[in-house]
């Protein structure tokens, strides 16, 4: 019986803000974490994590580095007096925080793609609803989507992929909201009792249900405002 030949994926890399949004994208909110993989890019690094499947491109979430590393040790923001931290770290490791292995690849066979096509990009009224409907499809799921965050010609986007089920079978649709003034954050959350959703950097709180949000150094590649 011939065994069937599986061709790696093409991706588009996608930068992100900072460390700190590449640990909160991979870590869990058990602490638990998928590993990262890192290549050589011309001078520098590229530690990334696979993101969502465009068609028959993946989306692959980087921050570079000007060294190989093995492990990114993150702690969790969680109340105002317990901050977000990341750092690339070697030597023993410590309880207190979550571990992300890095594993580097002597040469990486993933093909750029510099094209993505979205099937379609649809504007929410409102940030609130945008995280409200991220929000319940992941209490239907059991696997709150991502919110992705960028500035665009002045505004701050919010966005997030394939959120209203049923509306995209093959392709993918992104969803977008302009986000107000005080909307800002690392982690957007519903509170139950009051029915409010707001926009905090810690999540310790247990009458909240949380969504993260992942901040990029641009917009999406293949972002376009709608008219």
């Known amino acids: 019986m011939k065994s069937r030949h599986r061709q790696a994926s093409k991706v ?11 640990a909160r994208y991979v870590c869990n909110y058990d602490y ?6 890192s290549a050589k890019h011309g001078k520098e690094y590229r530690i990334m994590a696979i993101g969502e499947k465009i068609g028959s491109i993946r989306l692959a ?3 570079s580095s000007v060294k190989p ?15 977000e931290n990341s750092h690339f770290m070697e030597g023993s490791l410590q309880e207190q925080s979550s571990y992300m292995r890095i594993i580097r690849a002597s040469s990486l066979s993933l093909r750029s793609s510099g094209r993505v096509k979205v099937s379609s990009t649809v504007m929410l009224s409102s940030a609130s609803d945008l995280v409200t409907a991220v929000l319940l499809n992941g209490a239907g799921s059991d696997s709150i989507p991502y919110l992705y965050s960028f500035d665009y010609k002045g505004s701050k986007v919010l966005c997030a992929f394939d959120i209203i089920d049923g509306l995209s079978d093959d392709s993918s649709i ?16 519903y509170k139950y009792s009051e029915n409010k959703i707001d ?29």
């Open 12 to 22: 588009m890399y996608v930068r992100l803000r900072s460390l700190d949004d590449l």
């Open 32 to 37: 638990t974490s998928s590993a990262l993989l």
């Open 61 to 63: 979430y980087y921050v």
């Open 69 to 83: 590393e093995t492990v990114i040790s993150y702690t969790y923001p969680s109340s105002a007096y317990q901050k």
């Open 174 to 189: 992104l969803y977008c909201a302009v986000a107000a003034k005080g909307q800002s954050g690392n982690f957007a959350r």
């Open 199 to 227: 926009f905090t950097d810690h999540m310790g709180e247990h009458s909240y249900m949380y969504a993260k949000i992942i901040n990029l150094a641009g917009p999406f590649p293949f972002f376009k405002m709608p008219n």
